[in-house]
């Protein structure tokens, strides 16, 4: 069981897809409980995964490296491995391969949390075609679900790719006036990146090739060969990766597909588009771009730009967000923001950035699809999204618009909230590096203030002005339900995230040393002053060298 | 130790009631509404008096050392793997605990916030008996005693961020409790957001601390300060410490962050009693002598929290002289009174300072809670101008609110003359020559305040009655729930000065004994530095110096002449009064009267909210520049690129159809087809005709070969003629057949 697990929760959307093909389109409430039958059975089944990581969150995992004309395993980065490399389409090298750590497997259960919550949230919303939509959407989770865990870079590229195709057709078929323009221009952006990207895994590919004689697209053969690609061939590989993450991340400059692919969007399609599809960029970053090219990610001009850009898009994305008038474009803009602070922690390249970007990158998921359920529940009792259209909303909907001051406060990092605890630790990580990039990032935090606080007090405060905000009623049952997981899971990392920074520790600490291998190791370097430790004589003892790190050696 | 062991219920009974009321709170009635939410912070209060007396034991029995309880890990991970290296390369673990921490210093904050905050619930179950929301408003309350409690308990930089920054939201969730209207929800934004900035500066400062002393526990920092590890003027100490005072400015409603306080009166009163007078505002001083160790070795921060705290004083009671909002004067007030507090701690005096909070909680949330209850028999009446003679008719009011006037005037014996004496004692003692300067604005402001205090008692309680007749008909004193309040907190304002008795004066200023294990040290570290502070320091053997008590009489006499002067001016205002300054300087008036406009600058200059001509400046002219370049240069160039696309696709178009589709492809077939038009003329299927040019062709090449070109000529002249005319003869045939 545990062997397949990935299997099993992988394919679970797609099996109900595959199920609703079957059901007649006229009876759609039968079309709608089942979808959501399965996307919760695609929640319950990724649940297992949860104390079984647990419990080996500490352990080595494995990694498959070719020796002696067979693959073996030997102790790695990855958990629950199915599949053997090259076994898929031997003829290339191409292999069914997944597996996971500890930064896949958080954004793995965001990502069936989140697709049950966005199903959920259709029920009313979607009147049309509801089969087609249901079976892409469902589509759609298989491909993000892939994204995250194919060891294997074929199989990664396919995933990669497939999960546009739905993703086009939520936003070209259920989405709202300019659809159409939102839609090609979202698909033609990301196949941009995705193509460059496929030449630098081809080129990666051909590599390993010259260098082992071996035709392979395993991952963690690729990490053996790909650092020791000379600089001036990797800079380029690397910017063909950027281009392919950053687009998807959304970077500044390369963010305005996103205002409109998530204003013309369906609610659930902006709350998946947010919550998971960005995150694939950060995860590329996390697990590609970094460790293949160590030299160019710790080349101090590469990583000047990339922090200048996280940097600048924190700042500039609430400063745009603040003068939209539109809710969901404004929900859109602070994501720029917001994943700016999730890219700077990752090219902070510290242990404690770079978790804190993982957890941000969960955090943005939570909040930020919540946001945007908030602003599909006015929106589909008024079919507006205007600011000006509302005020005194919580004259009428109380309930909701309680709801949506925990949320902004989330989203706005209060402590005690999720959001706190990632850009805090995401902060303090870029502090250890450099105080600019800390005091200049801080800035967006007061933005975030400004922009949600004014949102909040156009849409809620006061009096109702406009008759047609009189009769609104707040939220079903359903609706509350919908908020439920992701109100919990806002206090839950606010108030104790110890579990997702001890999740996240052994990965984290893997990719730093591996990028920072050529500094001496930050674990295990002999301190050469007297420690703090000694010095106050108050806390536990020094540090030991990491489970991976010894695993590795 | 039952209540020391379980000293995390403190906050978290508060917490308890404001989720009671998150959940159930809509459907509960008043009265079980205000059990809940007021028993929870009466037993919260009880509890904390216990601690505090089970802590006096155990310190004695502990060296004087803080209480600590490490209820679990919270940021980051307990493995001992979740590192970053500090600023000399040495692996610091990223570790914060949910930790709870007792110490004097906190003590002192955790009775009198969870003292004044338990009389203050009590006197709202009056004071908001007749409002809507009223679960909502409890269910802040005891939130923000939560968030309050928590800041003083937490045993490190980042749990007290949590309570700092939950403070700051129950005070905007409470100054936007009358939501409706639309001042009350943009002080609330202004109130958040300035103190953001703020809380900006207490992250940054509590990453450099992490960064220089690899942790962010109270205990560490403190022993690491005091070790002698760092010089002093260390630079990055300092920066860290100005830092944490940005913060400390905007909690603390200091210069240039003080904005928000005046306008935080939107709220219902008890808020403004309870967050922005007696707890909530005195956080920034709690961090400031929290993190005395750190602040001593660094001189440059210490003189500018002086050189603030003083500025701040005398600026903010100019402005209380003029204004005529009841409210605004008392804030205008606390804004002063915290700067003397950032004085006292600025020069050292860290223990003035906490004296100074602790008796300022009693005598202004005291004014507050008296202004509200004024405000409550003038049927919601703010403005002093229709005010006048109610002292007859609220007589608990006007007696207990006298009290706290005399209190913050600092009349003898009254509890704010003994702290801000000592306040102002300390500024003159500690440091000669420009230090002397502080003391003197100190000492301006002392008469600044007890004139503008007794103005606001005589134009409140004395003079002519100035309001409406529907007014002054329902004018009542108000319920018990209300007086008994206001009864403690006088009694409070009149002792809690004997706690500071200075030796002077025969006492033996036990506050500053009490907390000494907090701050002596810091007396020897600065007396190292500076001689003249260890002077300061060592100032309990030279209190017999006549200077403290001429200073004393000094101070005495100018709230004296405060008094004197506002009861000459108000005491027969009446209809129409008109205020001296406004008749001798006019100009000046006005710039006071409009708090000098500096709301207005801030508005032009830092938010944008206003243009400045046809120019939007601030936050909101970079956004609207931002929005312009993003839809104009970043997308334009995204959609340019769209467009040029489609050009080449349409000139590919026209290529296509025509140079390669025309001329190529249908250019060929055209040459083809006119060859075989030609080729055609040659081939019309008559098998003779073939045999016979074949023949022909036989015979010419024949003759081409024998040199017989004219024959040739000859001979295809003649064929051609031969087959035209065979051929029209062909053709004719045809049509007389079909014809």
Not at chain 2, 642 to 666: E, P
């Amino acid at each position: 069981m545990q062997n397949h697990i990935l299997s099993i929760i992988l394919f679970t959307p797609l099996v109900g897809a595959i199920l609703l093909l079957f059901v007649p389109k006229e009876s759609k409430d039968a079309i709608r409980w089942i979808a959501n039958l399965v996307a919760l059975a695609g929640f319950i089944v990724s649940l297992p995964l949860v104390p079984w990581f647990w419990v080996q969150r500490f352990e080595p995992g494995v990694k498959f490296v070719f020796e002696a004309g067979q693959w073996v395993q030997r102790p790695g980065m990855f958990k629950f491995v199915d599949g053997i490399p090259n076994t898929w389409i031997p003829s290339i090298g191409a292999g069914y391969l997944l597996g996971i750590d500890g930064i896949s497997f958080l954004l793995i259960m965001l990502t069936t949390l989140l697709g049950w919550v966005s199903i959920l949230s259709s029920w009313t919303a979607i009147q049309e075609r509801v089969k087609e939509y249901y079976i892409w959407f469902l589509v759609l989770q298989t491909g993000m679900l892939g994204v995250f865990m194919a060891l294997d870079f074929f199989l990664f590229f396919v995933f990669w790719e497939a999960m546009l195709v739905p993703m086009y057709l939520l936003i070209g078929i259920w989405g709202g006036p300019r659809k159409l323009y939102a839609a090609i221009k979202f698909f033609l952006y990301t196949l941009l990146g995705s193509v460059l990207m496929l030449l630098a895994i081809l080129f990666l590919y051909f590599n390993h090739h010259s260098v082992t004689g071996v035709y392979t697209f395993c991952l963690t053969a690729l990490y053996e060969t790909a650092p020791k690609i000379p600089f001036q061939y990797a800079i380029w590989l690397f910017l063909a990766f950027f281009l392919g993450f950053a687009i998807k991340v959304p970077m500044f400059p390369f963010h305005t597909w996103l205002p409109d692919a998530h204003v013309e969007a369906p609610t659930a399609g902006s709350v998946i588009l947010a919550g998971v599809l960005l995150k694939m960029g950060t995860y590329g970053f996390i697990r590609f771009a970094l460790p293949f090219f160590p030299s160019v990610v710790m080349n101090s001009k590469v990583r000047g730009w990339m922090i200048g850009l996280s940097i600048v898009g924190i700042i500039y994305g609430a400063l745009v967000s603040l003068m939209q008038k539109d809710m969901k474009k404004l929900v859109a803009y602070s994501s720029v923001s917001h994943l700016g602070f999730c890219t700077l922690g990752i090219f902070v390249l510290n242990s404690v950035g770079l978790s804190g970007s993982v957890l941000q990158q969960i955090n943005h998921g939570i909040s930020t699809g919540a946001l945007f359920l908030i602003v599909g529940i006015l929106y589909e009792r008024r079919h507006t999204r205007e600011i000006a259209e509302y005020g005194g909303i919580s004259n009428v909907m109380p309930v909701y618009a309680t709801i949506t001051m925990i949320m902004f406060l989330s989203s706005m990092g209060l402590p005690l909230l999720n959001g706190f605890v990632g850009e805090f630790t995401i902060l303090q990580g870029a502090f250890m590096e450099n105080r600019l990039w800390a005091g200049l990032s801080v800035i967006g935090v007061i933005l975030a203030a400004a922009y949600l606080l004014w949102l909040y007090q156009r849409v809620f405060f006061g009096t109702v002005t406009n008759p047609k905000n009189e009769k609104l009623t707040d939220l079903t049952p359903r609706e509350v339900l919908t908020f439920v997981p992701l109100l919990i899971m806002a206090f839950w990392i606010g108030l104790y995230p110890k579990p997702f920074f001890q999740i996240l520790e052994q990965p984290v600490n893997q990719i730093v040393q591996d990028v920072r291998g050529s500094e001496p190791n930050v674990m295990a370097k002999t301190p050469t002053h007297k420690s703090v430790d000694e010095i106050t004589q108050t806390s536990p003892p020094a540090v030991e060298v990491p489970v991976a790190a010894k695993g590795k050696k | 130790m039952f209540f020391l062991d379980y000293i995390w219920l403190i906050p978290l009974l508060p917490a308890f009631g404001a989720a009671a009321m998150f959940f159930v709170g809509r459907k509960m009635q008043k009265s079980a509404v205000s059990a809940v939410c007021v028993g929870a912070v009466v037993v919260a209060f009880v509890w904390a008096c216990g601690s505090v007396w089970q802590y006096t034991d155990w310190a004695a029995r502990h060296g004087h050392e803080p209480f600590q309880q490490i209820l679990y890990t919270w940021l980051g991970s307990d493995t001992g793997h979740l590192n970053y290296t500090t600023y000399n390369g040495t692996p610091a673990r990223f570790q914060a605990d949910a930790g709870f921490f007792l110490d004097p210093l906190s003590s002192v904050w955790l009775l009198f916030v969870t003292g004044v905050g338990m009389l203050i619930h009590i006197y709202s179950i009056g004071y908001m008996a007749h409002e809507g929301g009223y679960y909502r408003f409890f269910g802040y309350l005891n939130l923000f005693m939560f968030s309050m409690l928590t800041l003083i308990l937490g045993n490190n930089y980042a749990v007290m961020f949590v309570g700092w920054e939950g403070v700051g939201l129950c005070s905007y969730l409470l100054i936007g409790f009358y939501f409706h209207r639309k001042s009350a929800s943009d002080a609330a934004n202004k109130a958040f957001i300035v103190n953001r900035i703020g809380d900006a500066g207490f992250l940054l400062g509590m990453f450099t601390i992490a960064w220089y002393c690899g942790s962010f526990r109270f205990t560490d920092v403190n022993a690491l300060a005091r070790s002698g590890h760092f010089q002093v003027g260390d630079p990055i100490i300092t920066a860290a410490t100005l830092c944490l005072f940005i913060g400390a400015c905007g909690k603390s409603a200091q210069l240039p962050l003080y904005v928000w306080l005046p306008d935080a009166m939107e709220g219902p009163t008890p808020v403004s009693a309870l967050i922005h007078a007696a707890t909530m505002v005195t956080a920034g001083v709690y961090m400031v002598a929290r993190s005395n160790a750190l602040f001593v070795l660094a001189p440059t921060s210490m003189k500018t929290v002086a050189i603030v705290g003083a500025l701040t004083a005398i600026f903010a009671a100019s402005i209380g002289l003029v204004q005529n909002d009841i409210k605004r004067v008392l804030a205008y007030s606390t804004v002063s009174q915290l700067g003397y507090m950032f004085l006292a701690l600025g020069v050292g005096a860290f223990a003035a300072g906490v004296f100074h909070v602790f008796t300022h909680a009693f005598f202004k949330a005291l004014l507050f809670l008296g202004a509200g209850s004024v405000i409550h028999a003038m049927s919601g009446e703010q403005d002093m101008r229709n005010m006048g003679d109610l002292h007859g008719r609220t007589r608990v009011t006007h007696w207990t609110m006298f009290i706290a006037t005399l209190a913050i005037a600092g009349i003898f014996p009254f509890a704010g003359f003994f702290s801000k004496d000592e306040i102002l004692w300390q500024a003159w003692a500690s440091e000669g020559g420009a230090y002397r300067l502080l003391w003197l604005i100190g000492i301006i402001t002392a008469f600044m305040t007890a004139f503008y205090m007794f103005r606001l008692m005589f134009l409140t309680f004395h003079g002519q009655p100035r309001m409406g007749h529907e007014v002054e008909h329902h004018i009542h004193e108000s319920p018990p729930s209300m007086t008994g309040p206001l009864v403690v907190l006088a009694i409070g304002s009149v002792l809690a000065g004997l706690l500071g008795v200075p030796h002077s004066l025969g006492g033996s200023n036990r506050l500053e004994k009490f907390l000494e294990p907090v701050f002596a040290r810091e007396a020897h570290v600065l007396g190292a530095e500076h001689p003249a502070q260890l002077a300061a320091g060592a100032k309990e053997q030279e209190h017999t110096n006549p200077e403290e008590y001429l200073l004393m009489f000094l101070s005495l006499g100018l709230a004296v002449a405060g008094w004197g002067l506002a009861w000459r001016t108000y005491r027969h205002a009446d209809k129409g009064y008109v205020e001296p300054l406004a008749a001798a300087v006019p100009p000046l008036y006005t710039v006071i009267l409009n708090k000098y406009y500096v709301d207005e600058g801030y508005d032009y200059i830092f938010t944008g909210r206003r243009k400045l001509g046809p120019v939007r400046l601030g936050v909101m002219g970079l956004g609207e520049g931002s929005s312009w370049f993003d839809s104009r240069v970043i997308d334009g160039t995204v959609n340019g690129a769209g467009w040029i696309t489609r050009l080449t696709a349409k000139l590919s178009i026209l290529w296509d159809t025509w140079v390669i589709d025309g001329l190529g492809v249908n250019g060929t077939a055209i040459v083809a087809r006119l060859l075989s038009y030609a080729a055609k003329l040659l081939q019309w299927g008559l098998v003779q005709w073939y045999a016979l040019v074949m023949v022909l062709g036989l015979v010419g090449l024949l003759c081409a070969q024998l040199g017989l070109l004219l024959w040739f000529a000859v001979w295809i002249a003649a064929t051609l003629f031969l087959g035209i005319v065979y051929l029209l003869a062909q053709r004719y045939l045809e049509s007389r057949v079909r014809g």
